[in-house]
């Protein structure tokens, strides 16, 4: 019981789940409904031992349209749930896949709006740590056809980077430690478990 007097807020009687979801690499996003309407969010759980504080501190300081929002953290002896800013159109991995054609205007914009969060997070002491294109959520539900996507360059570019699992929150120190991220789209300073403030963005 909470010290009001209150029993706690359980996810489970604020929220029903939805039979689909999204598959973030190992961390899958579920979908969620809030009781008493038809709004959708996504759900990630974590487990206690996880690190999860840090990754709701990071999303609590992000305010931005290009990254996906915290919406409510409930907490649990055996289990985090984190309950989020709904997405529908799969990740960016995903698209890329799909279609190898797309415009320059569209990929322009779409790289623009990545260094806007990216520019943010960063005026915002936070670093993602795992930049990379399976974590860029794209915000709106995709045409079925290539032609039909070719035509809409702003749904393509409409993106959100999300999964704060091994980001950073920053201090007043100029040099980290602390290695973190996929291998494959790391900076080499970051590689090498030794990085900068003023190092390269990229894998950040």
């Known amino acids: 019981m909470a010290r009001d007097g209150k029993l706690p807020r359980q996810f489970s009687m604020e ?22 309407s038809q709004q959708e969010f996504h759900v990630k759980y974590r487990l206690p031992n ?10 609590q300081r992000l305010k931005h349209p290009h990254i996906i929002a915290l919406e409510e953290v409930f ?3 055996e289990q985090i749930t984190l309950v989020m800013e709904r997405t529908h159109g799969g990740d960016l991995y995903s698209l890329l896949a799909r279609t190898s054609n797309y415009s320059e205007r569209a990929a322009a914009e779409m790289l623009y709006n990545l260094l806007q969060a990216v520019e943010y997070m960063h ?9 990379k294109l399976e974590n860029v959520l794209l915000e709106h ?3 079925k056809t290539v032609f039909e996507l070719q035509q809409r360059p702003d749904l393509m570019a409409a993106v959100k980077v999300a999964n704060f699992s ?3 929150v920053v201090d007043d ?11 494959y789209y ?8 030794g990085y900068f403030q003023s190092g390269p963005p990229w894998g950040r």
């Open 15 to 36: 929220y029903s789940m939805c039979a689909n979801g999204l598959d973030l690499q190992d961390r899958s996003l579920g979908t969620c409904v809030l009781r008493g």
């Open 50 to 59: 996880s690190g999860w504080r840090n990754e709701v501190k990071a999303m």
């Open 75 to 77: 907490e649990k002896p």
């Open 123 to 131: 005026h915002q002491r936070i670093i993602h740590c795992d930049l």
């Open 141 to 143: 539900e995709l045409p």
């Open 166 to 168: 091994s980001a950073l």
């Open 173 to 183: 120190a100029d040099k980290f430690t602390f290695c973190a991220g996929t291998p």
């Open 186 to 193: 790391m900076a080499p300073d970051i590689l090498r478990c």
